[in-house]
Nanobody, 126 residues
């Protein structure tokens, strides 16, 4: 599966952004999906994951209550709605997927992502 992330930008603290990830290829519904981010000088970290059907989700503590991950398998699309953004959310955001049919744990462990989008920059100013 090939992934392309877009929708980043610059916002003020408290603002919102919606990131999108377009997937190409067949069997998108066979892939658990996730969003990661990497801030300057820091390691890449998981933000959120979503199950094949979208019925289950997982959020990092930093994202809980503010971010919502969703997907539309008919459109081969993944989204991350980010509300109440903080300067600490400034990072390059990546969509990612593990190997086909692997469960969400593959992404939650942090080492299971196999496919990556190119990243989109999110900058939050105070």
């Amino acid at each position: 599966v090939q992934l392309q992330a877009f929708g980043g930008g610059s916002v003020q603290a408290g603002g919102s952004l919606r990131l999108s990830c377009a997937a190409s290829g067949r069997s998108f519904s066979s892939y658990v999906m996730g969003w990661f981010r990497q801030a300057a000088g820091k390691e890449r970290e998981l933000v959120a994951t979503i199950s094949w059907s979208g019925g289950s989700t997982y959020y990092a503590n930093s994202a809980k209550g503010r971010f919502t991950i969703s997907r539309d398998n008919a459109k081969n699309m993944l989204w991350l709605q980010m509300n109440n953004l903080e300067p600490e959310d400034t990072a390059v955001y990546y969509c990612a997927a593990p190997s086909k049919d692997q469960a969400m744990g593959a992404l939650i462990r942090g080492d299971g992502a196999r496919y990556w989008g190119q990243g989109t920059q999110v900058t939050v100013s105070s």
